[in-house]
């Protein structure tokens, strides 16, 4: 996914290359730093959100109980710290989390979970 997030900031930047100057050189790579956990996270909560793992929060709880204390340390544990977070985040999320009036996220929220119940 990190790859992804390079990708498109590369992309981004050459579109903002050829907006500010037509006779611009197009960049053979981004100025900018290479994605980090700060760029990752925000896009994971979106992908987790919107996957509907069904029991996910169970699933997740169970993981961390049983996986190896061994394995947090490498890229399972990475991974499961992100899913945690995900879901710690999307737990406890509040109108202003996103910046957004109480009465329209309230609507929002609403709507996401009609659209939810089959």
């Known amino acids: 996914m990190f790859r992804l997030l390079n990708l498109s ?8 290359t050829h907006q500010s100057s037509s006779d611009a ?3 053979h790579h981004s100025n900018s730093s290479p994605a980090g956990a ?10 987790v959100l919107r996957a509907q793992v069904p029991q996910l929060f169970s699933n997740c709880e169970f993981i ?3 996986l190896s204390p061994a394995r947090l340390m490498g890229k399972a544990g ?3 710290i992100n899913l945690e977070s995900a879901i710690a985040f999307l737990t406890h999320i509040t109108p202003e989390y996103v910046s957004m009036d109480a009465l329209e996220f309230e ?12």
Do not use: M, S
């Not at 900031?9 to 903002?16: G, M, P, Q, Y």
């Not at 760029?39 to 992908?47: A, E, H, Q, R, Y």
């Open 107 to 118: 609507r929002k929220w609403q709507e996401a979970e009609d659209a939810l119940v089959p």
């Open 9 to 16: 900031r590369l992309k981004r930047d050459i579109a903002d």
């Open 78 to 80: 990475y991974c499961l």
């Open 38 to 47: 700060d760029d990752f996270l925000p896009l994971f909560i979106w992908v």
């Open 25 to 27: 050189p197009v960049p």
């Open 64 to 66: 961390h109980a049983f």
